[in-house]
Nanobody, 125 residues
Framework: QVQLVASGGGSVQAGGSLRLSCAASGRTFSTYAMGWFRQAPGKEREFVAAISWGGISTYYADSVKGRFTISRDNAKNTVYLQMNSLKPEDTAVYSC??????????????????WGQGTQVTVSS
């Protein structure tokens, strides 16, 4: 069993930046893929980004590609989501998740078994 704690959310103006962090504990961290998801009011939870256990493979939703960067520091048991050029449509609760699936990092919520408490990101125009 693992525990994930997300932090770093806040309120920013359009064009601003935020860096989200997700600290993991309770299980070997570096052997698992990690992902970020978000859910905006009135919308379904959607995939944002994912990273493989070794950090070599990364995937992004088209809506954030070129603006967001996912990374991980296995020595610190932490995964990050650097968010630049934020837009109002990025407003959502962002959650990190851990996947036990062997292979490439999943890009759907069903591929993740452990979830952290979400952190709110609000972008104003």
């Amino acid at each position: 069993q693992v525990q994930l704690v997300a932090s770093g959310g806040g309120s920013v103006q359009a064009g601003g930046s935020l860096r989200l962090s997700c600290a993991a504990s309770g299980r070997t961290f570096s052997t698992y893929a990690m992902g970020w998801f978000r859910q905006a009011p009135g919308k379904e939870r959607e995939f944002v980004a994912a990273i493989s256990w070794g950090g070599i493979s990364t995937y992004y939703a088209d809506s954030v590609k070129g603006r967001f960067t996912i990374s991980r520091d296995n020595a610190k048991n932490t995964v990050y989501l650097q968010m630049n050029s934020l837009k109002p449509e990025d407003t959502a609760v962002y959650s990190c998740a851990l996947s036990p699936v062997v292979g490439g990092p999943p890009r759907v919520a069903s591929g993740y078994a452990y979830w952290g408490q979400g952190t709110q990101v609000t972008v104003s125009s």
